[in-house]
């Protein structure tokens, strides 16, 4: 049922936004730190977990999966357009920054492809 997926994430959300809290309170700075990230992180351990540990009825494990699946790319899509928005209002060096990093992790992609490969041909 997809409702377990949605109560499985809104436990990860709030205990990740209450961490973050904690932790930008830790670290003097007035701003959550981290929260999202945390809520992510225990959502896919949790998943994960859920996948192993208990044996769960299809449609539970469908909507735990389908949810876990869906935040990851809603949390890095908000997190890019913030992003955007800090790095053309900083000026060119943080854009130039931001080109830089996507032109290295583009360079990787063969070198990993190359290393993936290679793993394959090994087995």
């Not at 869906?70 to 890019?80: E, F, H, K, N, Q």
């Not at 920054?97 to 394959?120: E, T, Y």
């Amino acid at each position: 049922m997809v409702i377990y997926g949605v109560a499985l994430l809104s436990f990860c959300m709030l205990i990740g936004m209450f961490l973050g809290e904690l932790l930008g309170k830790l670290i003097g700075v007035q701003a959550n730190v981290g929260g999202v990230g945390i809520a992510m992180l225990l959502l896919i351990v949790l998943a994960n977990l859920s996948q192993q540990k208990f044996k769960l009825a299809a449609p539970t494990e469908g909507g735990i999966t389908f949810w876990s699946a869906m935040y990851i790319p809603i949390v890095v899509a908000m997190a890019a357009n913030q992003n955007v928005i800090a790095a053309v209002s900083s000026g060119w060096m943080a854009i130039i920054a931001g080109f830089a990093a996507v032109a290295a992790s583009f360079a990787m992609i063969p070198l990993l492809d190359r290393i993936h490969s290679g793993r394959k041909h090994d087995s």
